[in-house]
């Protein structure tokens, strides 16, 4: 069974099921990165409303693929064919993009903890592992994120307009070594929400 570095926190039941079955297909594939295609509802056993796939179509040029029904709920819209931009302000977008951007480039896994707190005032805390995919020409330019969402004690349902990540409070970020080593890529964690006005 696969498992997380000692030095990492106890990982959520979904993200730890996500990355069995993620390492299920890899070794299926003789160690290489899975198809995006080879995620399908079979293998994932209920894990699909939680379930984002991003695609890197160039610098700084991150869309979704796809995003499972509970994320969109949260999002009060579809995320499926929008760009990170369209759901976040710079710099929360900026930050994330980057973050993706590294581990796709250098295939790795990844993990991160934070809050996001929206134009109308909600707040989301969030952990996700994000592992890298091959598109079906065999490229490596996507990635699967599973998410573990919570907004009970974190805010207000969205409006009608859909939410716009306007901050985010980066609680946890890390890299996972998949046997091709670590990105060479810096993050910072912010400590303190804005100032509520």
């Keep these: 069974m696969p498992k ?3 030095s990492w926190p106890k990982m959520p039941e979904k ?17 290489e990165i899975p198809f995006r295609q080879q995620l399908g509802l079979k293998e994932l056993r209920g894990l699909t409303a939680n379930l984002m796939v991003y695609e890197m179509t160039g610098p700084k040029e991150l869309f979704v693929k796809m995003s499972g029904t509970a994320i969109d709920s949260q999002f009060g819209r579809n995320l499926t064919g929008l760009s990170v931009y369209d759901v976040a302000e710079m710099p929360a977008a900026d930050a994330f993009v980057a973050f993706h951007e ?8 990844g993990y991160a903890a934070d809050i996001l707190v929206a134009a109308n005032g909600k707040r989301i805390r969030a952990e996700y592992l994000i592992l890298p995919l091959r598109n079906r020409f065999g490229e490596q330019v996507q990635c699967a994120t599973m998410s573990e969402l919570a907004t009970e004690g974190y805010g207000m349902p969205p409006g009608d307009e859909g939410m716009l990540v306007t901050y985010h409070e980066l609680l946890d970020a890390r890299h996972l070594d998949i046997g091709f080593g670590v990105p ?4 910072t964690i912010k400590t303190k929400l804005p100032e509520d006005n």
């Design 15 to 31: 993200l730890h099921r996500f990355y069995e079955i993620w390492c299920d297909l890899r070794a299926q594939n003789g160690g």
């Design 102 to 109: 590294a581990l796709i480039t250098h295939p790795c896994g």
């Design 184 to 187: 060479d890529y810096e993050f």
């Design 4 to 6: 997380f570095p000692d």
